[in-house]
């Protein structure tokens, strides 16, 4: 019994971070009805940027420990939102009005490029992500977290807050929102619907990146191909939430990081991803739409 608290525990931390990323996938496919298979390659790519400014603060001197972490996370997010908005104006913006076919192999596409991009210059080695926070370890009866574990769930319970704030409070969530339910009448009312899709496309890639950063300090290792599974998981979070809705996605973030964690304490590690797999079929024979989607009839 101590064992499966423990794994629950850790699962909820595995799992904020899976809701960081599906964030990302269910705002964009909520707004354009896309699936951005190359989110994982953003969350890789954020990772890495942030492994560069946090050695580059320590060769110079700067920003020690958990300031150059920050820091460096501020600045990767700040990046990859660039990076997210230049692939939507490059590759996806070019395809909108063409078959969602097209739209999903050209995604499938970017993603395999920027991780050969990544593995072109910066070779597939994996590399030692810096320790800018020293690990410490706390005991509250048979439970154990790491002040790591503490900062990945405060950093992305704080993100997911700040994203439906945006969301619900601002201008452009409100946008957002009329440009989900129709993109057309959007536009008459007056709304940029590019300027919009942009921004979503900023948000999700700097919730990734933060992710990746997060992960990287967790587990103390990035590669390039590290976004693959990651962003493969996300997604099926996003479908297992009800895919669109932003909640969904964070629920189904925090449900696919302890069945993972869970599969692991009953002993099924090596089959933990199937079981992952297995359990979003299940819902959605149950429920189509995921966990929190509405079926929607459409007419012919």
Known sequence: MEVMIQQLINGLFL????ALMAL???MVYGIIKLINFAHGEIYMIGSFIGYFLINSFNTWGILPNAWGFFIAMIISMAASALLGVVVEFLAYRPLRKSTRIAALITAIGVSYLLQNVMIYFFSPDTRPFPQAIARKAFS???VSVSNIQLLILGISVSLMIILQLIVQKTRMGKAMRAVSVDTDAAQLMGINVNRTISFTFALGSALAAAGGMLIGLYYNSIDPMMGVAPGLKSFVAAVLGGIGIIPGAALGGFAIGLIETMSTALGFSDYKDALVYA???IILLIRPAGI??????EKV
């Not at 799992?15 to 899976?18: N, P």
């Not at 929190?292 to 009839?297: A, C, D, F, S, W």
Request: aromatic content about 16%; glycine content about 22%; proline content about 0%.
């Open 15 to 18: 799992g904020s971070i899976y």
């Open 24 to 26: 990302g996938y269910t």
């Open 140 to 142: 509250i009866g048979f």
């Open 292 to 297: 929190l989607g509405k079926n929607i009839k």
């Open 279 to 281: 359990v979003l079929i």
